[in-house]
């Protein structure tokens, strides 16, 4: 499961993959629809499920959070936050 961050767009982008290196290159080559608006995406968050199950829920949650709560969650799990990411939390804080 991971957060990517646009500062172009002030968006994220919520997603979950077995492999993170391939998908987080497939991303920043501009092959996602989404992904492919901006091309300063960031990875902010990332963690790991024991399975495909428990990623899935968890994508679905985090999908379904507002900009204020997503961002709440990743303070919360702020041990999980890229350097990049701890610098966004502190500036939109």
């Known amino acids: 499961m ?5 500062s172009v ?6 997603g979950q993959t077995s492999n993170f290196d391939e ?6 080559g501009g092959n996602e629809y989404y992904t492919s608006r901006a091309n300063d995406w960031f990875l902010v ?5 024991e399975n495909r199950k428990e990623a899935l ?3 679905r949650k985090l999908k379904n ?8 969650f990743i303070n919360k799990y702020s041990n999980e936050l890229t350097f990049q990411g701890r ?7």
């Not at 991971?2 to 646009?6: D, E, I, N, P, Q």
């Not at 959070?65 to 709440?72: E, G, P, S």
């Not at 610098?87 to 804080?93: A, G, H, R, T």
Request: charged content about 30%; aromatic content about 16%; hydrophobic content about 40%.
């Open 45 to 49: 968050w990332v963690t790991t499920k």
């Open 65 to 72: 959070l507002n900009r204020t709560k997503l961002l709440l």
């Open 23 to 28: 998908r987080l290159s497939y991303h920043l």
């Open 9 to 14: 767009l002030d968006r994220f982008y919520k």
């Open 2 to 6: 991971y957060v990517l961050y646009s």
């Open 87 to 93: 610098e966004l939390v502190d500036k939109i804080e």
């Open 57 to 59: 829920a968890l994508e």
